[in-house]
């Protein structure tokens, strides 16, 4: 059995800030993901898999969405299955997944959710017992079922080097694994990821961890990235990589999305299920589930110097 492993495309109806020529993000975006289709059919692949955050927002515009549904049915009849990634589900919750809109997405003929008890329909496909444990965002357990491949959506860095770094080479933050302390959680000789949006391979002893890396760039820092996506063979479980098309080009200047980390946070505020009348209290609420330092350091500081109408 063969398969396209691809993930964090990020589809969404607005062009992150990033990009040079946003009126045509939409016509990029369609155009990365289209170019895996000549590449299904020249590999004979019998399935693609998507290893999280299909979407960029746990609500995706009206717009965006049937571009997906689009895209998505556009590999049809090859079967896609897809694991449910923090950005795909609201306030990172799997049980919001049928309030967001990759629920929508499963209603697709060709399309259903990567994970470990979907897996039944395929483990004697062409006579390969494959055993397969993938959990969504958040859900995998402290220590991974004996299996031969495992997918999980988390952010993995390949070593300690590629964590960012302040100009004095200590790391800026604690968040995040390297790929070889995966191999504490379990023993399948192959692990994929997704979330980290620079893609490798990295070979231990009897293990491999394959992360996908991203199919649209949404930051500037990543300017020289290369997209690319990888071929799965589960006979052998060896993996080959695909060099991909980078469409659309982006402004070299991170200056440019200073803010957009806290501007993101707050445009994810008008999806929250509102606890309380007051908007300062739903604010710290959110804050309270935010996992980012220093986008809850940013928001904290707008809320200590907020003085309300009713004091000044």
Known sequence: MRVLLTADWHLRGDAPSCRVDPDNWLEEQRQSVEQLYPIVKENLCDEVWVLGDLFHRARTSTEATNQALSLLSGFAPTPVRV??????????????????????????????????????????????????????????????????????????????????????????????????????????PLIITGDYHHG???????????????????????????????ILDTSDLSVIEVPLKKFGKVHPDPKRESRQELETYLEGLQDFEVPHLDFIANVQAALDKEKNKAVRQATQDILDSYVPEEKK
């Open 200 to 230: 490798y391979i990295k070979n231990f002893n009897d293990t491999s961890v394959v992360t996908c890396g991203c199919l649209n760039i949404q930051a500037s820092d990543m300017e020289d990235y290369k997209p690319r996506c990888y």
């Open 83 to 188: 694991l449910v990634g923090n950005h795909d589900m609201l306030h990172h919750a799997y049980e919001n997944v049928s309030k967001s809109t990759i629920g929508a997405i499963f209603s697709l003929g060709n399309v259903t959710e990567l994970k470990t008890d979907s897996w039944i329909d395929l483990v004697n496909h062409e006579s390969v017992n494959t055993r397969l444990q993938a959990y969504p965002f958040g859900t995998d357990p402290e220590k991974i079922p004996e299996c031969e491949i495992w997918c999980v959506h988390e952010l993995v860095f390949p070593d300690n080097n590629a964590r960012p770094h302040d100009k004095d080479g200590k790391p800026i933050t604690n968040i995040g694994v390297i790929a070889e302390e995966l191999l504490q959680r379990s023993n399948a």
